[in-house]
């Protein structure tokens, strides 16, 4: 395997994908409306185990979408993780309320229940959990503490298609939930996002303010009466998503494998951890990632990582914490409070090639890979 390259990770499109395109473009139904768009919300929504589901422009405005539905607004604040990926708390920042930033536990890497009380205050109108690289945010102390606290919860399940909590899917375990379709999900139609929820209010809410705030029965009259985004979806990619729920358990059944495979190929390596699996929960493994304790390994995880990628080995690393994020530094958002488990994940993680469809002969070219660096070090 001289010379490969293995991109960290890559779009598998194994079904019927190019068949429905077609059929949307040789019948012209190629934007918002058609039949691909419905049926990709009706199949997504009953996969997730919900009555509701829309399609949205992408992930981010998934997030800012289900915010907007449940009434967060300027003044407002809204509990996050500090762990995770930035587009949780632009959404936030989109709506105009303060996202206040709650530290990772150490176990699984997601937000840490018991931090969220002693982060609420008057304003704190939400709890927003992002279930991170695939596993589960513990919801039962949450469900608790938001029931406490008159708190609504949105769920950023952009990477945990098929993800289960006692046997409850997220997407299915807060008021709203936002998912993501980007190229590196395990469902994916390249950019793309959906909302959805039990309730009827926030799905017509999500619905009327997605479409620039068109009335969501009657004529058109070009009248508005709120102020609206347009997030919305084409015929075109959700018949990608039609063909990518169609096989989604399969897809899902092959990151957890090709994770297997890695762990097994690097068992014996002592100080790499991949992410742990909490029981009663199911990780679906969005990404091969792993913790590297420089002490055991004799390496630091930035070092490894250009070992890897001079052997045509793709790698990210974690998350950078929002509290260090500049963005938020300049309008202030940041303390000095530490947020220790938020530091160590991202100074130390990193995850490997994670595609659906990544053979084994690579991962075993990167399991050897990663022995032969460690061993030299």
């Not at 996969?47 to 300027?74: D, E, M, P, R, W």
């Not at 809204?78 to 930033?101: L, N």
């Not at 949450?142 to 406490?148: F, L, N, Q, T, Y």
Request: glycine share 8%.
């Amino acid at each position: 395997m001289k010379n490969k390259f293995i991109p960290v990770c890559e779009p598998y499109l194994g079904g019927n994908e190019s068949k429905y395109v077609n059929d949307a473009l040789n019948t012209g139904w190629i934007s918002s409306s058609g039949k691909y768009v419905d049926l990709f919300e009706k199949m997504f929504a009953e996969f997730c185990g919900v009555k509701y589901a829309t399609t949205v422009s992408n992930g981010t405005s998934a997030i800012h979408l289900g915010l907007k539905a449940l009434g967060i607004k300027q003044g407002d604040e809204v509990i996050i993780p500090d762990f995770t990926m930035i587009s949780s708390a632009f959404a936030v920042c989109y709506t105009g309320a303060k996202p206040v930033f709650v530290d990772a536990e150490i176990d699984f890497w997601n937000i840490n229940p018991e931090l969220i009380e002693e982060k609420i205050t008057e304003k704190t109108k939400a709890i927003m959990v992002v279930h991170i690289y695939g596993h589960p945010c513990d919801m039962k102390p949450i469900w608790e503490i938001a029931k406490k606290h008159n708190l609504k919860i949105i769920e950023d399940s952009a990477e945990t298609h098929g993800a289960e909590y006692f046997g409850k899917k997220c997407g299915n375990l807060g008021d709203i939930a936002a998912f993501s379709f980007f190229a590196n999900k395990i469902a994916t139609t390249g950019e793309g996002g959906m909302v959805t929820t039990n309730n009827i209010e926030l799905i017509e809410r999500a619905r009327y303010y997605k479409n620039l705030c068109f009335p969501l029965s009657g004529e058109r009259s070009y009248i508005h009466e709120d102020i609206g985004f347009q997030y919305r979806f084409s015929n075109v990619q959700a018949a990608i998503g039609v063909a990518q729920v169609e096989k989604i358990n399969d897809y899902i059944a092959m990151r957890i494998n090709n994770n297997k495979l890695f762990r097994e190929l690097l068992s014996d390596i002592d100080g790499l951890t991949f992410q742990p699996v909490k029981e009663n929960c199911k990780n679906v493994f969005w990404v091969n990632a792993m913790l590297i304790d420089k002490n055991k390994t004799g390496i630091e995880r930035d070092n490894l990582a250009k070992k890897l990628s001079d052997a045509g080995i793709q790698t990210r690393n974690f998350f950078f914490p929002m509290h260090k994020q500049p963005a938020f530094i300049k309008i202030g958002l940041t303390t000095n409070e530490s947020f220790s488990v938020s530091d160590y994940l991202y100074e130390n993680g990193l995850y490997l090639p994670s595609g659906t469809n990544l053979s084994k002969e690579s991962i075993e070219y990167i399991s050897d890979a990663i022995h032969k660096i460690i061993k030299s070090a």
